[in-house]
């Protein structure tokens, strides 16, 4: 089975753009979760999605969203980048909610 | 609120030697346990996890986990290290299956093993 696939894996824009990350989930599994990882805060959660709803998010600004679409495969946007958005933004996919996260390789954006 | 504690940034070990990654958790009630290892530009992977049941969990490549509740930790071991076990190792604790609270991941612990 294939696992958690994210694209693009790396991203480079400038400061002011917006971004489109996209995240396939492994087959069957209906809920989505996003984090944003950097050496100085670590992993932080963004938001959780389940049947194309949002159920979780985390403490960030709202330039942050996503989306889950029917097929369970979620979309998460950064409008008006700003340099510290520079990070590793993972995925991971699991059957339900609370249940086992696995996670994609990640898309890496650099922002300057 | 809920939080996990990894008290080591950075550990080196020989390879061939035992290895222990200690993790300790604040949380209401029991909860999941997970560790999982991140190889540089690489997502996460599912090392073990606990959810209930016997307290010393087997994973993947060799590795265990055993819960205390006493202690609130969840601590990885390894009987003897392989230089491709040279990574990042994250401890994350999520709530049992009537919570409603995202994963929390301690800020990890790189191993770096050395010959």
């Known amino acids: 089975k294939a696992g958690v696939t994210q694209t693009p894996r790396y991203l480079i824009k400038t400061r002011g753009q917006q971004v489109t990350l996209s995240c396939s989930p492994i087959?069957?599994?209906?809920?989505v979760s996003w984090y944003q990882q950097t050496p100085g805060q670590g992993l932080q959660f963004l938001f959780e999605?389940?049947?194309?709803?949002?159920?979780n998010k985390g403490n960030f600004p709202g330039r942050f969203s996503g989306r889950q679409f029917s097929n369970s495969r979620s979309e998460m946007n950064v409008s008006t980048l700003e340099l510290g958005d520079s990070a590793l933004y993972l995925c991971a996919s699991s059957l339900s909610l609370r249940e086992t996260q696995y996670f994609g390789p990640g898309t890496r954006l650099l922002v300057l | 609120a809920q939080s996990v504690t990894q008290p080591d940034i950075h550990i080196t070990v020989s390879e061939g030697a035992s290895l222990e990654l200690r993790c300790n958790y604040s949380y209401g009630a029991t909860p999941y346990l997970f560790w999982y290892v991140q190889s540089p530009g690489q997502g996460l992977q599912l090392l073990l996890k606990y959810f209930s049941g016997d307290t010393l969990v087997q994973g993947i490549k060799g590795f265990e986990a055993e819960f205390k509740r006493s202690q609130s930790s969840f601590n990885l071991r390894k009987p003897s290290v392989h230089w491709s076990d040279a990574a990042e190792y994250f401890c994350a604790v999520g709530p049992p299956l009537t919570g409603n609270t995202p994963l929390v991941f301690g800020k990890g612990t790189r191993l770096s093993v050395i010959a």
């Open positions: 999605y389940f049947s194309e709803t949002q159920r």
């Open positions: 087959s069957g599994h209906r809920s």
